[in-house]
């Protein structure tokens, strides 16, 4: 048995790593005009990959920190719609819209509390600017079990989604009550029926450990329930508390979290419980059957992760639409405006609403290749580094490589001439391992630095 109580001295902040540099060094230098730019000069030859952002939501599950808005006024939807569907006519005169998309993924907020109808106009309108979809093209949404319908489902079939994750997070009463999300098993159960009667062959279930209240015995009760459901894919988050940044969070108790051991044993606790189930672990968070593309991707070394999480579909410039949403291209990140007025008057002035951005240099783009690497596959072939990046690795990296001795002494991982290998326990503390990379973050102290703890 693993002694995690060692490990809780590397319970502190870091980032997850959906991108490098990471959101923090975003700045509002980078402009509009920045992204026309760097529209033009994509090759024609790159797949694209669209998110599109619907910032919807009912009520507040106090837990989520993603950008959302409360409402239950139609109004605002129909708006909404209007203003997407302006945003993509603006794209359309900066951004070749000819080019093959390759992946498709809509976020939130709840997607599906858009009417089948609203649905359906917003995919019309994106077909009709994207006409140029691959045959083997992901087509994913992410769905809350409390506002989905067979119409919304006919909706999504109709427009090829092959994909579905819905958010589950915890099915215990007490937690559901204290997160303010109920949302009883059968509820789940139902709208997972309704996606597999319709054909959809890959659905991802979402969980978060750390939650208030919870504990060992009640998340092991929440993964037996969920198995039965027989999803594709698992992804079990660590759940981030970051109430300087998510008010509904500052309602919690912080006597009522598990310590980071205790959290560590429930990962651990999960992991053995689905790979001797029949999924295999993929990347940080996630798990997989083995015949799905995800865990055969990171057999071959070939798993990526962008801000979706971990995908298959790599080598694509990820274009966001919609309020906050991000996208980004070989050397570049873009975000929209995160306000409704602010995302509005751009589009009313017929521009991109580009809020903030980053452009990479080549140091960046080095860092990013290494740490996405580790990240996603656990491993990184140095050799290959030095060749991609012609650099003198073991000199380049000299820091970051002392900084690891500490994680190869506690048997977390390996280094050779050649490789970098993270084994199944340091897998759980891959962002720990990934942070001395990180030229950025080393200038900020760690009691400065505005993350989620890693643990």
Known sequence: MIDFKKFEKYSKPGPRYTSYPTAPEFSNSFTKEDLSDKFKNQSDNRPISLYIHIPFCRSACYFCGCNVIFTSKEDKKTRYIEYLKKELKILAKHLNTNRLVTQMHFGGGTPTFLSAAQMDEVLNAIKETFPNFSNDAEISCEVDPRFFTQEHMDVLKKHGTNRLSFGVQDLQDEVQKTIHRIQPF????????IARNAGINSINIDLIY?????????????????????????????????????????????????????????????????????????????????????FQAIQKGELHRNFQGYTTKGGADLIGIGVTSIGDGVDYYAQNFKDLASYEEAIDKGELPVFKGYKLNDDDILRQYVIMELMANFALDIKKVEEKFNINFK????????????????????????????????????????????AYLNNIPEDKRRFSKTI
Request: hydrophobic letters at 40%; charged letters at 25%.
């Open 395 to 438: 000199e380049y990296f000299d820091d970051a490589l002392k900084a690891l001795v500490e994680f190869q002494e506690a048997e977390l991982l390996e280094v050779s001439e050649s490789k970098i290998e993270v084994n199944q326990t340091g897998a759980m503390l891959i962002r720990n391992i990934c942070m001395p990379f990180d």
């Open 210 to 294: 750390g939650l208030p209240l919870q504990t060992r015995a009640s998340f092991k009760n929440t993964i037996e329930q969920i198995i039965t459901l027989n999803p594709d894919r698992l992804a079990v988050f660590n759940y981030a508390h970051v109430p300087w940044m998510v008010k509904t969070q500052r309602k919690f108790d912080e006597t009522t979290f598990a310590s980071a051991s205790t959290k560590l044993e429930i990962l651990q606790d999960t992991i053995e419980f689905f790979t001797t189930n029949g999924y295999n672990m993929v990347g940080m968070d996630h798990f997989a059957k083995p015949d799905d593309e995800l």
């Open 186 to 193: 059968n509820e789940t159960k139902a709208v997972v029926d």
